[in-house]
C-alpha cells in the first residue's frame, strides 16, 4: 500500500487503545502475548463489517472504526464478559490519510473509553471490509448464555430499540424524505437517531452487572422480535412481548410516529442487550437504570416462538404472532 504498510499501522494503530499491563507483547511482532486473568473464563468475538452490507458506502471514517469495535464490545456485553483486547484486520482499496486518522479516531477512542488495548491484526488491499476481534474475561462459570432462559422469566431490554434503524433510513434517505418517517422533525430528534446507527454504544456495564442475574442474554443487532427468537429458541421457551411496554424514545416518536413500532420491533443495529430473568431477581434488575420489562418466556408449546401482547382500549389482552424474522444474510 502506498503509505507502507509498517508505517500505516504505526502511524494510525499503534498504541491507539488502551495500555494494559497483561499485555506483555503487542503490536509489532508475529503474534502478540497476553496474560488472561487466572479464574477466568477467556470470551472470544468476531465480527466483520462489509461496506455497502453493514454501513452505507461513503459513512464518516470515524464512525466506521467507533461501530467496528461496537458491535464485537457489544458482544462481549451480551456474554456479561469485561474486554481487554482487540484485534483488527483491515482491507482497505486504497490508502487515504484522513480517511485513516477519522478511522483510528473512532475506534480508538471506543477503545480507550473501555481499557481495551489494540494488540494486533492485519492489513491488506481490497473492497473494504473490517475484521475485528475481541479478547475479554469473565469469572469462571458467570458468562452469560442465550440457552438458560426458562418459563415465567422476565424479559428486560435496554435502551430504546429501533432508533438506529431509524437513524440508517434517514441517513439512506438522501433527499430527507424516506416513506414514513418526518425530515421535517426537530433538528436534535433526526440528530440522534442518525448517531443511534452511526456511533451505537455497547452495553458493557450493564452485562457485567447482570451476571448472576440474568438467566440468558443476547445483544440485538437484527432486531428485537429476531433475536428474541433466537433467545427463545436457545432457551427451549416461546416469548411474549408485551408491545404497550416498548421503551420508545421521543426522537423516534417524533420522526415516525407511523413506523416507530416497526422500528422498535424489527430494526437492526441497536446492539442493545435482551434478557431473560428468573423472578427471584426480577426486583433487582427492574431497580437498575436504563433496563425496561418489556415481556416474558412462557412454554414452547405455543403455535408462535414470538408473540406480541397488546391491551385493547376496553382492557381486553389480543395476542398475535410475530412476523418480523430479523436481518439474515443468506435468507431468500
Ligand atoms: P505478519 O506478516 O507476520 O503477519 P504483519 O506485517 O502483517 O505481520 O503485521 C506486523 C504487526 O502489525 C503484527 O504485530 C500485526 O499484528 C500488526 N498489525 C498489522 N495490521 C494491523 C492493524 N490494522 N491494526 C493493528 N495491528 C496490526
Ligand atoms: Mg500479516
Given at each position: 500500500m502506498?503509505l507502507g504498510e509498517f508505517e500505516l499501522i504505526d502511524r494510525f494503530f499503534r498504541d491507539r487503545g488502551a495500555t494494559r499491563t497483561d499485555v506483555v507483547l503487542g503490536i509489532g511482532d508475529d503474534g502478540a502475548l497476553l496474560r488472561p ?5 477467556l470470551?472470544a468475538v468476531s465480527?466483520t ?23 464485537n ?11 481487554r483486547w482487540a484485534l483488527l484486520s483491515l482491507t482497505l ?11 483510528a479516531?473512532?475506534f480508538?477512542?471506543?477503545a480507550?473509553?473501555?481499557?481495551v488495548a489494540l494488540v494486533g491484526g492485519d492489513t491488506t488491499r481490497g473492497?473494504?471490509t473490517i475484521g475485528v476481534q475481541v479478547l475479554g ?196
Amino acid at each position: 500500500m502506498a503509505l507502507g504498510e509498517f508505517e500505516l499501522i504505526d502511524r494510525f494503530f499503534r498504541d491507539r487503545g488502551a495500555t494494559r499491563t497483561d499485555v506483555v507483547l503487542g503490536i509489532g511482532d508475529d503474534g502478540a502475548l497476553l496474560r488472561p486473568p487466572s479464574g477466568a473464563d477467556l470470551v472470544a468475538v468476531s465480527d466483520t463489517l462489509v461496506e455497502g452490507v453493514h454501513f452505507p458506502a461513503g459513512s464518516p471514517a470515524e464512525s466506521i472504526g467507533h461501530r467496528s469495535l461496537a458491535v464485537n464490545l457489544s458482544d462481549i456485553a451480551a456474554m456479561g464478559a469485561t474486554p481487554r483486547w482487540a484485534l483488527l484486520s483491515l482491507t482497505l482499496p486504497r490508502v487515504e490519510e484522513a480517511w485513516l486518522a477519522g478511522f483510528a479516531r473512532g475506534f480508538g477512542a471506543l477503545a480507550r473509553a473501555h481499557g481495551v488495548a489494540l494488540v494486533g491484526g492485519d492489513t491488506t488491499r481490497g473492497p473494504m471490509t473490517i475484521g475485528v476481534q475481541v479478547l475479554g474475561a469473565v469469572p469462571a462459570g458467570d458468562g452469560l448464555r442465550r440457552s438458560g432462559g426458562r418459563p415465567g422469566d422476565a424479559l428486560f431490554v435496554t435502551g430504546t430499540p429501533g432508533d438506529a434503524a431509524a437513524g440508517l433510513a434517514l441517513i439512506m434517505a438522501a433527499d430527507g424524505s424516506a416513506a414514513g418517517l418526518r425530515s421535517d422533525a426537530p433538528a436534535d430528534a433526526l440528530e440522534a437517531l442518525r448517531r443511534r446507527f452511526l456511533f451505537p454504544t455497547p452495553r458493557i456495564a450493564e452485562g457485567e452487572s447482570l451476571r448472576g442475574l440474568a438467566s440468558a442474554c443476547i445483544d440485538i443487532s437484527d432486531g428485537l422480535v429476531g433475536d428474541l427468537g433466537k433467545l427463545a429458541a436457545a432457551s427451549a421457551c416461546a416469548a411474549v412481548l408485551d408491545v404497550d411496554a416498548l421503551p420508545r424514545s421521543a426522537a423516534l416518536a417524533a420522526v415516525t410516529p407511523e413506523a416507530a413500532l416497526r422500528s422498535m420491533l424489527d430494526g437492526g443495529d441497536d446492539y442493545e442487550l435482551l434478557l431473560a430473568v428468573p423472578p427471584a431477581q426480577v426486583a433487582r434488575v427492574a431497580s437498575m437504570p436504563g433496563l425496561t420489562r418489556i415481556g416474558e418466556l412462557r412454554d414452547a408449546s405455543t403455535a408462535a416462538r414470538v408473540t406480541l401482547r397488546r391491551r385493547a382500549a376496553d382492557g381486553t389482552l389480543s395476542e398475535t404472532p410475530a412476523t418480523g424474522a430479523g436481518f439474515d444474510h443468506f435468507a431468500g
